[in-house]
């Protein structure tokens, strides 16, 4: 040890070890059983946890079986009633209770969670706990609001959560919070890797006095996952990789469970040259080297403007160097331990790759020793195409090239299947907000990285998943509302061929597609009888056009929601002078064309009070372009009430309407073409609406897909979704299309993402 002059005279840092006394007493000799009605159940078959950056063994965990999962379920599905039956105010308060237990043991959680995954201790003593416990102070407040704020709503029932081992008991708050306040039981299935502050959450549950089976806690690997995506639970919400996401999508079609998705990201963090570059450079420490790159959002693809790329670069490699490797349980170690040797041996293997494919790696050697240490690295030299820049690496390993406009920032940065989040840097706060607004990514940060609070949504885009948590959009995500309360839908009939002798230009005399503001015939010529009429037999290629169609007429999503609203209302004012079909329908399909107009400009984004020296923005998006199969009910006016409200969010659809009787969507094209609505806004295809689903399901330029229509339609659609995971809202029920379920604001939410931006304000 120095001495006091020696080390003034240094400046160096000496060792600050942290206590881990706590954590092993509790620890000590523990063999862990789950969490169920209550209680810890005597263990099973199990597995070790071990600490990543010794190797050393912290405890044994119960592998959790299908039937350990059923218990559980069977649990929280007893107490479900009695939980949702309680008052706000009485959830509240257990809430609470966990919030106070929870701010009680923070120093406990924070060596165990550090101990368990790896992370320095300062990460997961200032802002991991920190946040767990703003979670359920946050989420007490919802429960006591949630019957005034949410009315006519109610909670899913029984939710399971999967949880991922970056952030164990953060995104453990993050889940259980708000699905509480909802009045949600819950079945949690920790990572195999980081069980132990999951297992120390379910005592603070007994000693709160949470009712049992409301609180359910069950360990193990992805057999438990497994087992718990399959049982009858009524929502799954997961955060892990998009290729587990992918499997949950199918496992999950058809079962009417409500789903959350929040996968992985290949976040851009922009660097323009107007940036403060040492505060550049300290966000690439904050977003990728102090949390060993285990963070989904992290900014891993560093794009900086070429005019300072050689001065960024030069001061990222000094800043990288000083950083400091080791124990994460010491309050001096900048970068702690990779969660095991696994995850280790996979970054690495990237790594390797990316090198052969031409990038450089700057990185201190790899230490000897024990544990999964991975030093920081930076790959440079590299393209676009490199697997440094396209998957996710996970580790503390960023990537790096350089661009020179504004425009070609976004297309790099939107050159990813990817959209979680981004991270923009420049003093030139036009600038900023302009860039933000063309990032394809759920949270934008700019000038800042990484920053979280429960009161901001949190969510990705693309591949990245769907939902958000968080705020009033997470509470939303853990509430229902029953509206299609009607009979199952029932499968579309074949279409009946088209009469011997019809032609192409028989076809020109009746009905056509309707694709990019003009008739077109369909691909081939193919037509079927309807109701004495000729309508096209629309197609694969005609569902390819209409996309191509929608995406040029990408202008309708930039105009003001007051520009949408006269148009809207200039249609209905058409429509009204144009009878279409049943007069009932009608008359309500004009009253419907008013009512969206209205919402046009008012559906509002929000402010959200959260961090000091920031507004946090949560702006309500257009998806893009869209697939609606719109139900076979009511024709008409099942139509516009699906079509209508997605207009008038900004969106351009591609609509399938109904195949018993399409005639009604078709003639609508007179009342658009007189209405002022640009073409391609609309676009309506007829034809096999299992097969058009399907198309419209698998599309990758189609980024979210309404489906009203018999069960396996609709299961097969959300099957076909999984290759690029769009959002898609599925009912298999009728619903009530000339009452007020017919007009719910369930349209609006379900036509919008939430685009949450960050932006510094009173620093």
Known sequence: MPTVSEALELMDYGPAPESTAAAMDWLKGRTFGHFINGKLTKAGETFATVSPATGTELAQITQGTEADVAAAVKAARKAAPGWAALSGHDRARHLYALARLMQKRERLFAVLESLDNGKPIRESRDIDVPLAVRHFYHHAGWAELVADDFPGMRPHGVCGQIIPWNFPLLMLAWKVAPAL????????KPAEQTPLTALLFAELCIEAGLPRGVVNIVTGDGRTGAALVAAEVDKIAFTGSTEIGRLIRRATAGSAKALTLELGGKSPF???????LDAAVEGVVDAIWFNQGEVCCAGSRILVQESVADRFVTRLK????TLRLGDPLDKSTDIGAVVDEVQLTRIRGIVDQAVAQGAVLHQAPIPNGP??????????????????????????????????????????????RYGLAASIWTENITAALDIAAQVKAGVVWINGTNIFDANAPFGGMRESGFGREGAREGMLAYLTRDEATGPLRKPAAAPSPAPAGASGDAIDRTRKLYIGGAQKRPDGGASYAVKGAQVPLGSRKDIRNAVEAAHKAGGWSKVTGHNRAQVLYFLAENLAAHPIGDAEEHALAVQRAFYWAAWADKYDGRVHATQSAHVTLALKEPFGVMGIVAPE???LLGLVSTVFPAIAMGNRVVVVPSQANPVPALDLYQVLDTSDVPGGV??????????????????DDVA??????????????????????KPVWTETRERDWHGPAGQSR???????????VWVPYGA
């Open 181 to 188: 306040a909802a009045g949600n039981t819950v079945v949690v």
């Open 682 to 699: 609309v676009n309506i295809v007829t034809g096999p609406r299992g097969e058009l689903a399907d198309t419209l399901a698998k599309h």
């Open 633 to 635: 009910e009511a024709p």
């Open 371 to 416: 544990g999964s240490f991975c030093p920081p690295g930076l790959l440079t030299d590299l393209g676009a195409a490199n697997i440094a820049m396209t998957e996710e690496i996970f580790g503390p390993i960023v990537s790096l090239i350089t661009f020179r406009t504004p425009g070609e920032a976004v297309e790099l940065a939107n050159n990813t």
């Open 704 to 725: 979210a897909l309404w489906c009203f229509a018999d069960p396996e339609t609709c299961r097969n659609a959300e099957i076909q979704s999984a290759g690029n995971l």
């Open 746 to 756: 369930e349209f609006l939410r379900r036509a919008v993402q939430v685009k949450t």
């Open 270 to 276: 922009i660097v323009f040259a107007e940036a403060d």
């Open 318 to 321: 000094a800043r990288m160097n």
